[in-house]
């Protein structure tokens, strides 16, 4: 239940107005001057203020002008019987959410009535969203309250201040590189470099070089000695993305490294000496990899000391509004926009959608909302299609009476394929199976016929 104050020097209009939307439901206050009206705003602090643009003592203008300072959530619209263009103008550029004339018909009172009250909660809830995050704390870039989310805070504060390796898995896009960061700056290394690199994205011929560093003439191109990753991180930590993409050979090395903490340059013969804490990343079932031949065991066990599993987004829904809200200011503040807000309907979606993507994903659908948005809040068609379209209904899956094991396999498979977009590891990951027996799973579906399901219906 909201407050309502109606500012009207007229007590009939009063007296209709608190009438009418009492239907609504809600706390109505009434008073006949600007005097009157702020005591009334002290006593009950209104969440929507309808006043008149002239009263006895003060117009209807600086009588807002006080409201936003006494109730700087309230919402206001403004209601005139004798009203010029240009004052209705006026009103709206100082922030008056609507301006009505009095041969309104209550119906259509109530609904703007209504849609105002909508927008002040949303104003209030960005509120406490935004003091949400001036209020974070060490863990700063990690946005969300979420009991899944919660638990990767409590077991950060926990390990940043020891050396053992961290092995941080998660789907792509949840924020292992965010936590990464987050357990060096809170460490005593966090004033030694926090060096990273992404083991898929560097061909198999150049990673040792990246990591080791080479000798002058050890390869053509070689022309002068150069340091790797590792010198340049000695003291600090080193970020190692996507570990299982590395390559055997180099796998080897990197053991010798964790194990004896020294090496040689690509070229060279002089062992080096380094201080580093690994923190390695993968979006990709590493014992798995290990049973398949892809992953050195030894190295997935030295690795393992300490396992962090990042929750992906659709099992921290209660964070999205945080995340959403923080990446909007920053691309609010990017594209000199002004500040925004997202419409309810907006943020239901945003809540009930999947994100097969995660964080990444988020944070892409809110950059493209403030390129395309034309007015000050987010609306539902201002995000893309599968947002919009997405229902609860999406994620459950009907199965027919009686329909077999291998019809319940066929169709758990199908809808999550088609729930992650065709993305066979998440899939994999989501039923519970290895993406080799999901691979097999697929074949033998492709050599069969559908089974038939409708004469049972």
Known sequence: MSVILIIDDDAPTREALEAGLKKLGHEIHTAGTGAQALDEVRRFPPDLAIIDLRLPDMTGTELFGALRILRPEAIAIMISGHATVDEAVSALKRGIYDFITKDFRMQDLRKVVSKALETQKLIVENQRLRQALQ???PTGRIIGRSPALLKVIHM????????????????SGVGKELVAEAIHYQSPRKDKPLVKLNCGALPEGLIESELFGHEKGAFTGAIQQRKGRFELADGGSFFLDEIS?????????????????????????????VDVRIIAATNVDLEAAV????????????????????????????????????????FCLENDRPPMGFSPEAMAALKRYFWPGNV??????????????????????????????????????????????????????????????GDKELTARLLGIGLATLYRRLKDMETKEPPETAERD
């Open 135 to 137: 209020d974070r704390g």
């Open 245 to 273: 993409e590395m390559p055997q050979a180099t796998q080897v090395k990197l053991l010798r490294v964790l194990q004896e903490g020294e090496f040689q340059r690509v070229g060279g013969s002089q062992t080096l000496k």
């Open 291 to 330: 049973a398949e031949g892809r992953f050195r065991k030894d190295l997935f066990y030295r690795l393992n000391v300490i396992h962090l599993r990042i929750p992906p987004l659709r099992e921290r829904a209660d964070d999205i509004p945080l995340l959403a809200l923080n990446f909007l200011d920053k």
């Open 360 to 421: 990444r994903e988020l944070q892409n659908v809110v950059e493209r909302s403030v390129a395309l948005c034309e007015g000050a809040t987010v609306e539902l068609a201002d995000l893309p299609d599968e947002i919009q379209a997405h229902s609860p209904a999406d994620d459950k899956i009907v199965l027919p009476v009686g329909a077999s094991m291998e019809e319940i396999e066929r169709l758990a498979i199908l809808q999550t394929l088609k729930k992650t977009g």
């Open 156 to 171: 950060v504060n926990q390990v940043a201040s020891i050396k053992s390796t961290m092995l941080l898995s998660g789907e």
